[in-house]
């Protein structure tokens, strides 16, 4: 148990790029390193982890710990998993404070505003991309977002009525069959 | 209390960020710009270009950062407890739930899955109204999204050459 908070604290520290860049380092340490667990667990573990809501790697750790040792284990784990970034985010936001008056950081942050907004936009293009399959619900995910940025109706409502569509909808096809 | 509020409202956000970090962003984006006005959209960008160049999770360092610069530290730590205790509810209680009463439980996981990125194009096109407002920042953002497309960056180099470029056009 210890093994595995030092080994996901190392993981936080050095993952790089959010939760999906840290997965396969998880999965060298723990899986081929410790040889903790085996492959398929791994693989089952991030399954379930990518399909409910929060971070993916929280979820992760939350499900690793409760693998090896129940609700204190997940505990352990998600507080190994989230310290590193917490002080490492918490220490840049007090430089950040400092050098923000640069004319040379306002430059930059110009240009890296621009690139985070066009990942984000590239981001959702992939995802239509991957996992709609009807142009339906391409139609209603489009109206939704039309309507949550010039109607200024909540993203939580709206997200909540399209979700009911979509369940309704693939239920009500499954049982006409 | 402004702490209190952030725990509140980064529980809700962890509760409904289906989707992983980008779900979880949407969704900050939404109440943090929108809905409290905590903070304005191109400091959100900043903060996202910040978490996206250090290690962790995306969601946890934006809820950290956010509640710091809202709060103070009492502000980051309820920030970031907020966003993760909903996780531990969903693994050890909602999932159970779920799977008794529904006879396909991944089929509302795919559901909620789909959902999600109504919310995301949302804070993509939020971000882009506010940040592409001239003629240079549409050319910039129109060369940035080829670059992006191409796959030749991981997302930090992609970040550091977008802000390399922000500083080539601002100087001459």
Redesign the interface.
């Known amino acids: 148990m210890l093994k595995l908070a030092l080994s996901l604290m190392k993981i936080?520290?050095?993952?790089?790029?959010?939760?999906?860049g840290?997965l396969p380092l998880m999965e060298e340490e723990l899986v081929r390193k410790l040889k903790m667990l085996k492959e398929e667990e791994f693989l089952d573990i991030v399954a379930k982890a990518?399909?409910?809501?929060?971070?993916?790697?929280?979820?992760t750790a939350?499900?690793l710990g409760?693998m090896k040792a129940g609700?204190l284990g997940?505990i352990i784990c998600?507080i190994s998993?989230?310290l590193?970034?917490?002080f490492?985010?918490?220490l840049?936001?007090l430089m950040?404070e400092k050098v923000e008056k640069y004319?040379?950081v306002?430059?930059?942050?110009?240009?890296?505003?621009?690139?985070?907004?066009?990942?984000?936009?590239?981001?959702?293009l992939e995802?239509?991309k991957r996992?709609?399959k009807s142009r339906v619900?391409l139609g209603?995910?489009?109206a939704?977002?039309?309507v949550?940025?010039f109607f200024?109706i909540?993203?939580?409502l709206?997200?909540?009525i399209?979700?009911?569509i979509?369940?309704f909808k693939?239920?009500n096809r499954?049982e006409k069959r | 209390m402004k702490a209190i509020d952030l725990f509140f409202c980064f529980m809700?956000i962890?509760?409904?960020?289906?989707?992983?970090?980008?779900?979880?962003?949407?969704?900050i984006q939404?109440?943090v710009v929108?809905?409290h006005g905590w903070m304005t959209n191109?400091e959100f960008?900043?903060l996202?270009?910040?978490?996206?160049?250090?290690?962790?999770?995306?969601?946890?360092?934006s809820a950290?950062?956010i509640g710091?610069?809202i709060a103070g530290?009492s502000g980051?730590v309820l920030s970031?407890i907020g966003?993760?205790l909903?996780?531990?509810m969903?693994?050890?209680f909602i999932?159970f739930i779920i799977e008794r009463i529904l006879r396909?439980p991944?089929?509302?996981?795919?559901?909620?899955?789909?959902?999600?990125?109504?919310?995301?194009?949302?804070?993509?096109?939020?971000?882009?109204?506010s940040?592409?407002n001239d003629l240079i920042?549409f050319i910039?953002?129109l060369l940035?999204?080829t670059l992006?497309?191409s796959k030749k960056l991981?997302?930090?180099q992609?970040?550091l050459?977008?802000?390399?470029?922000?500083?080539m056009?601002?100087?001459f």
């Open positions: 936080s520290t050095i993952g790089l790029g959010g939760g999906y840290m990518q399909s409910f809501p929060g971070p993916i790697a929280v979820n939350i499900l409760r609700i997940s998600s998993i989230v590193p970034p917490f490492s985010i918490l840049i936001a950040f004319s040379i306002r430059n930059f942050m110009f240009g890296a505003r621009l690139g985070v907004t066009i990942i984000i936009i590239n981001y959702s995802l239509i996992i709609i619900i209603i995910l489009i939704g977002a039309v949550i940025v200024k909540s993203a939580f709206v997200f909540l399209i979700a009911s979509v369940f693939a239920t499954e | 809700k962890g509760f409904l960020a289906f989707g992983g970090g980008y779900g979880a962003l949407s969704m939404n109440e929108g809905v191109p960008l900043d996202l270009s910040i978490s996206q160049m250090t290690p962790g999770p995306i969601a946890i360092n950290t950062y710091y610069k530290f980051a970031t966003v993760i909903p996780s531990f969903w693994m050890y999932s396909n991944r089929r509302l996981l795919n559901a909620l899955r789909m959902s999600i990125i109504a919310p995301i194009l949302a804070a993509g096109m939020n971000l882009t109204l940040t592409v920042s910039l953002a940035l999204l992006l497309r991981s997302l930090i992609f970040i050459v977008a802000g390399g470029l922000g500083i056009v601002k100087t």
